[in-house]
């Protein structure tokens, strides 16, 4: 494993990256870490490599892997080919393949790991084009495409992908209009203008899918697994050497993997490339029959509003919402790795860093509560996709806020880091990476030796090669229409304050 040492002075030297390294430290055991040290402990490549991963931990629960506040924990996610764009639509069929392996119990998809009961996809109509002068000023502000053209492109690709396969091509189907969709719902309910179903679509237990790997990675005998929360990357000179942990152990390795999801702005300068945002869901207890009767309802997700509903586990059903969210602008406790490496170090005092956004989840507040108008649109979405009259004012038993670490395109960054040495990130996952959990660990070793995949070149890219970007939100067209930059803590006093007043 990274040797450990009770101080900073104790870190290694500076080292280059060699290849393949000797040491590796991944941070973070979420899709992006975990997926890594497997593919890792089996690539004949980094045979002699050692290889340690370090997550923050809950106190109550030292040692899972993941945490439980992590974006890669929960009862569902969504498993689609389903994407305006080829190559994660790809990408998403290479590892259905893996999700489908269900003969053995051992298997990753068995033992209801993953459940393929289709997905409904729809838009909203168009609105009508603003008037010329408005549009300007919106230009800025719109998603590049509209949850309608997100739908259309994406049923041309899966219809592209199953081209080749009449039995998949025979799983999808168009619905013209909300009678079509409320028939393929079939709860009652409907939503959206516009869509398609798709059966070869559909859902994994995230939490279940996640001790799976969890085993897989122990069973190599590989993994060093160590609970701790890391406060800051250790460096000397240009080359990144390690991690210090709150409790003041330091973690050396010749490459550190920062795979920190929505907290990696904490430790490294993302330099505008990537923005925590909170997202919200919320869960709703079934009766034994009332979960009979959903278990095998399709997801719908209505791309314009970015409301959607998931079949139900363990008698409980979940709504969400994926739009562009809520940022918690902070200031962190320990300065992020600067962009570059500063050289010599600086005479004159600091100015302290720019605030950085970053999660707030129950699991280190535990009063916090999703806003009350987050609420009321899925509330609203439970009404227009499930329209049950028992379900019509059941009381949610549990929200949640859940953080994506946003990019403008919604790509991934996997990538080397430009300036530093012995350092890669592999972050970004813009709210849709569970889907590649058996496929994303491979990718991301091949992308670290730097062997592909040709497909996201370029996409996955450390895209702040010479200067910051500013910071963006996301425009593929998957988010439902909504206001860019609303922070958590101001929505939550204003909208407290008027329940009170009401
Ligand atoms: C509400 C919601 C719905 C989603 N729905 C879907 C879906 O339907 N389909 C889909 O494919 N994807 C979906 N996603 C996205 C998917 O869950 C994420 O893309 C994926 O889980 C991200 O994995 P990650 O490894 O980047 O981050 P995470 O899972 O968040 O893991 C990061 C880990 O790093 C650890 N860490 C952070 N900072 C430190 C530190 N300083 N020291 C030590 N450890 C640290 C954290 O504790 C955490 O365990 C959804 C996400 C959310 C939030």
């Excluded at 370090?54 to 569902?76: E, H, K, L, T, Y």
């Excluded at 002068?133 to 997100?150: H, I």
């Excluded at 079934?286 to 409301?307: D, F, K, Q, R, Y």
Aim: glycine residues 8%; aromatic residues 6%.
């Amino acid at each position: 494993m990274a040797s450990s040492s009770s101080s900073a002075a104790a870190a290694a030297a500076s080292v280059a990256c060699s290849s393949p390294p000797s040491s590796i430290l991944i941070i973070g055991s979420g899709v992006f870490g975990l997926s890594t040290a497997l593919a890792l402990a089996r690539r004949d490549a980094f045979a002699h490599c050692s290889i340690t991963v370090v997550d923050r931990s809950d106190p109550s629960q030292p040692g899972a892997f993941p945490s439980p506040d992590a974006a890669s924990i929960d009862a569902s996610r969504i498993v689609r080919a389903d994407y305006a764009d080829k190559a994660y639509a790809a990408l998403c069929n290479e590892a259905q393949a893996e999700w489908r392996r269900q003969a053995s119990p051992a298997d990753l998809g068995a033992r209801g790991r993953y459940n393929e009961t289709g997905l409904i996809l729809v838009g909203d109509a168009e609105p009508p084009a603003p008037a010329a002068d408005q549009a300007d000023q919106e230009a800025d502000l719109k998603p590049k495409l509209t949850g309608l053209d997100y739908a259309r492109k994406s049923w041309a690709n899966v219809q592209s992908l199953a081209a080749k396969d009449p039995e998949l091509a025979a799983r999808i189907r168009e619905l013209p209009n909300p009678d079509a969709i409320r028939d393929a719902l079939g709860t009652g309910g409907s939503s959206g203008a516009w869509g398609y179903v798709n059966y070869n679509s559909g859902w994994a237990n995230a939490a279940a899918s996640m001790s799976w790997y969890l085993d897989r990675v122990r069973e190599t005998g590989r993994v060093a697994l160590v609970a701790g929360t890391v406060v800051s990357l250790e460096h000397t000179g240009d080359a990144v050497t390690g991690a210090k942990l709150a409790d003041g152990r330091v973690l050396s390795a010749d490459l550190v993997i920062v795979a920190a999801g929505a907290w990696t702005g904490a430790l490294v300068d993302l330099a505008g490339q990537a923005i925590a945002t909170g997202q919200v869901l919320a869960y709703v207890d079934l009766t034994e029959e009332e979960h009979e009767e959903l278990a095998n309802m399709p997801v719908i997700l209505n791309v314009s509003t970015g409301l959607f509903v998931m079949p139900p586990v363990n008698r409980t059903l979940k709504i969400a919402k994926h739009f562009l969210g809520y940022i918690n602008p902070v200031q962190p406790a320990h300065p992020p790795l600067p962009l570059t490496p500063r050289s010599p170090p600086p005479t004159t005092p600091t100015p302290p860093p720019p605030p950085v956004s970053l999660p707030r989840t129950s699991l280190t507040d535990p009063t916090l509560s999703i806003p009350p108008s987050a609420a009321a649109d899925l509330r609203r979405a439970l009404r227009e996709m499930v329209p049950w009259p028992a379900l019509r004012d059941r009381p949610f038993a549990k929200t949640r806020l859940c953080w994506y670490s946003d990019t403008p395109t919604a790509d991934f960054i996997i990538d080397h880091h430009p300036n530093w040495r012995g350092l890669f990130v592999a972050t970004g996952d813009s709210g849709h990476a569970f889907k590649f959990l058996p496929v994303i660990g491979d990718k991301i070793v091949d992308r670290i030796l730097r062997e592909g995949p040709a497909e996201f070149e370029g996409k996955w890219d450390w895209k702040a090669k010479t200067e910051a970007l500013p910071t963006r939100f996301t425009q593929d067209g998957s988010r439902g229409v909504s206001e860019a930059g609303l922070v958590l803590s101001d929505v939550l006093e204003k909208e407290e304050g008027e329940e009170e007043e009401a």
